[in-house]
């Protein structure tokens, strides 16, 4: 998928090709990292809950009409609208979009520095026989003592841009296609081992019990925010992906395998994570958001790792697959601000790489010296400009484009039947709109009060 500004433009070449990118995109970090320390701090099972409800009522719509802009468009999100919408302010989401890939960028790609400096010391052995709490200090003294975060920052960016420039995408997906399910694999049994723990239970029920008294303005903000996040929707990632989607693919179904892909991988990581914080306290009465912070993977799974036979071995396994995981989104998020680069300001792509990378390198050293400027690009990124994004995207598709596009898009010009179109088209127009709405204002309210 190396994509020059000439055309003809590039598509991908299978249905499994557009199924692997967009997954490679939304399966990352925010499912294994910021999934379960999320839910750990606002209640577990009711954050679920309103997770999973966002994920079909709001996500799959937002991400069906992303695909379906681009593929219609042919373009970068601002080009779309502009295309779609000649002469009107709809291309406003499109910079919103590049937006917030620069916030998004500016501290993911720490985080996925994160995962460099675990594989290395997995490697090492220094995580070796240590205790939760040994482990929690030594995450906090890498995060806030060292400058090692700066450099593996540094790192990462710079491997992204790499990847981006020399267009080396479809070999990277060689790859995935075996990566991403080892990933999985991995998870599977680490969450089947730690159910066999003492005390596992006390996980499985704080996952899957909601305790809908946990419920507030700010938690279900969160889930939403969560959502859009985990599923790369929001900010044209998608339109930009949906462009390089070829006229015979099924648009809906591709939506849904992504969707469901995503979501096994965030609740299959939940269920490695929560049963053992709680094995590992081992205490009834234990409080896990005492440990649900942005540290969390980096501190239970290898505790859980370690206590298997193969420990180091396991974890620099596990650290490596999830940087990869890492990695794809993160080359998703640049694109975003390449393509925008390459076909707006008609600057070459390699110009226009080095230029995202070097800006998004400024604000990015910012996320790693002050923990306030991770937090809120953090913050901003997902539960903001995110659902901001999606609102005026379902909106656009429902009340401004041309239902003739919708169809044509969504039934192949015909040659497929697309029996879900009417409650496809109810969910756009109102319930996700509507939703988002409700959910945006009374979350703001709530936060600013
Ligand atoms: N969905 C990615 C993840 O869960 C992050 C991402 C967000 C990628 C927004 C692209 C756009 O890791």
Redesign the pocket.
């Known amino acids: 998928m190396s994509q020059e500004s000439s055309s003809p433009r590039d598509s991908f070449s299978t249905k499994f090709g557009v199924i692997a990118a967009a997954a490679g ?7 294994i990292w910021r999934f379960p320390y999320e839910t750990g701090v606002n209640g577990g099972g009711a954050f679920l809950v309103v997770y999973l409800v966002c994920i079909l009522l709001i996500g799959l719509p937002v991400m069906i009409s992303e695909f379906l802009i681009g593929r219609s468009a042919q373009r970068n999100p601002f080009g779309a609208f502009k295309s779609l919408a000649p002469g009107k302010p709809w291309y406003l989401i499109g910079l919103m979009g590049v937006v917030a890939a620069f916030m ?1 960028l500016a501290f ?1 790609t720490v985080v996925a520095g994160w995962t460099l400096e675990y594989i290395y010391q997995s490697f090492a052995g220094t995580l070796k026989g240590k205790d939760p709490i040994e482990l929690k200090g030594m995450f906090d003294s890498f995060r806030y003592e060292s400058y090692r975060p700066l450099l593996w920052f540094v790192i990462f960016i710079g491997l992204t841009g790499w990847v981006v420039i020399a267009g080396i995408k479809n070999g990277i997906e060689k790859y995935t296609k075996i990566l991403m399910p080892m990933l999985l694999i991995m998870l599977v049994a680490m969450s089947v081992y730690v159910l066999t723990l003492p005390g596992a239970g006390k996980g499985l029920e704080f996952l899957f019990k909601p305790d809908f008294s946990k419920l507030t303005p700010n938690v279900i903000l969160k889930a939403l925010g969560q959502a859009f ?4 929707i929001g ?1 044209g ?1 998608l339109i930009t992906y949906g462009s390089y989607i070829k006229k015979k693919e099924n648009l809906g179904s591709t939506a849904l395998s992504v969707a469901g892909a995503d979501t096994f991988i965030a609740v299959m990581a939940g269920v490695a994570i929560f049963p053992a914080i709680f094995a590992l306290s081992n205490v009834g009465e234990f409080d896990v958001t005492r440990l649900a912070d942005e540290g969390l993977v980096f501190i239970t799974l290898p505790s859980i790792l370690y206590s298997i036979p193969g420990g180091p071995i396991l974890s620099t396994m596990f650290f490596i697959l999830l940087s990869v995981a890492a990695l794809t ?1 993160t080359i ?2 640049l694109e975003v601000i390449v393509t925008y680069f390459v076909e707006e300001l008609k600057l070459t792509r390699k110009r226009a790489t080095i230029s995202a990378v070097a800006s998004v390198s400024i604000l990015g050293i910012l996320s790693v010296l002050f923990s306030g400027v991770f937090g809120f690009l953090n913050f901003t990124s997902a539960n903001i400009l995110l659902p901001l994004g999606g609102l005026f995207i379902v909106l656009f598709v429902g009340w401004s484009l041309s239902k003739k596009i919708t169809r044509e898009e969504l039934t192949n010009s015909g040659s497929i039947k697309g029996k879900f179109i009417p409650l496809y088209l109810f969910l756009v127009k109102f319930i996700a709109p509507v939703a988002i709405a409700i959910v945006f204002i009374y979350g703001i309210w709530n936060a600013i009060h």
């Open positions: 995109s939304a399966i990352g970090l925010g499912n998004i993911y996040f985990s599923l790369s900010m990632t989104s998703s998020v």
